[in-house]
Nanobody, 115 residues
Framework: QVQLVESGGGLVQAGGSLRLSCAASGSIGSSNTMGWYRQAPGKQRELVAASTAGGRTNYADFVKGGFTISRDNAKNTVVLQMNILKPEDTAVYYC?????????WGQGTQVSVTS
């Protein structure tokens, strides 16, 4: 089992920044993918960014260089630095870990961006 605990969400004005952090515990292993998804009201959950343990990253097109994902494999943490936030970035952000054939999700953290 893997447990994911997110932190760092909140309320910010458009153009501001937030930093989301996710800490994994349990049988995370050394070969895994960790990333961030988001779900806005009335919309499907969508990928924001993900990173393999080896550092290969994948970003959604809407990120457009405003977000950066990074990992600390020694601490089993993944961080999403979000800059130049827009009101449309308002959503619940979820941390996800893929370990083998299993997917694990965090409880989600709310990000709200006001205009």
């Amino acid at each position: 089992q893997v447990q994911l605990v997110e932190s760092g969400g909140g309320l910010v004005q458009a153009g501001g920044s937030l930093r989301l952090s996710c800490a994994a515990s349990g049988s995370i292993g050394s070969s895994n993918t960790m990333g961030w998804y988001r779900q806005a009201p009335g919309k499907q959950r969508e990928l924001v960014a993900a990173s393999t343990a080896g550092g290969r990253t994948n970003y959604a097109d809407f990120v457009k260089g405003g977000f950066t994902i990074s990992r600390d494999n020694a601490k089993n943490t993944v961080v999403l630095q979000m800059n130049i936030l827009k009101p449309e970035d308002t959503a619940v952000y979820y941390c996800k870990a893929i370990v083998g054939f299993r997917n694990y999700w965090g409880q989600g953290t709310q990000v709200s961006v006001t205009s």
